[in-house]
C-alpha cells in the first residue's frame, strides 16, 4: 500500500477508502480468512493496470 500511496500522494488510510469504494480494482492473496475472526486474511494487491486505469480515469488537464 505504501508503493501505492506514495504514487498517488495520498497516506495509505486513502488507498484503503479507494479499494473499499470500487475506485481502484485490488485482489486479496494469500491466506483465507479464518472462521471466527474478524481478521480478512490474505494480502491485499492493487494490479498494475487497476493503478494505471485510476490515474487516467482521475488524472485532468491544468491550464498552465
Given at each position: 500500500?505504501?508503493?501505492?500511496?506514495?504514487?498517488?500522494?495520498?497516506?495509505?488510510?486513502?488507498v484503503y477508502r479507494l479499494i473499499?469504494?470500487?475506485?481502484?480494482?485490488?485482489?486479496?492473496?494469500?491466506?483465507?480468512?479464518?472462521?471466527?475472526?474478524?481478521?480478512?486474511?490474505g494480502a491485499i494487491r492493487i494490479?498494475?493496470?487497476?493503478?494505471?486505469?485510476?490515474?487516467?480515469?482521475?488524472?485532468?488537464?491544468?491550464?498552465?
Amino acid at each position: 500500500m505504501k508503493e501505492v500511496a506514495a504514487v498517488l500522494n495520498v497516506h495509505t488510510a486513502t488507498v484503503y477508502r479507494l479499494i473499499e469504494s470500487g475506485d481502484i480494482k485490488a485482489v486479496r492473496s494469500g491466506r483465507p480468512r479464518q472462521q471466527g475472526t474478524r481478521a480478512r486474511g490474505g494480502a491485499i494487491r492493487i494490479p498494475e493496470e487497476a493503478l494505471k486505469e485510476h490515474l487516467a480515469k482521475s488524472s485532468y488537464v491544468v491550464n498552465e
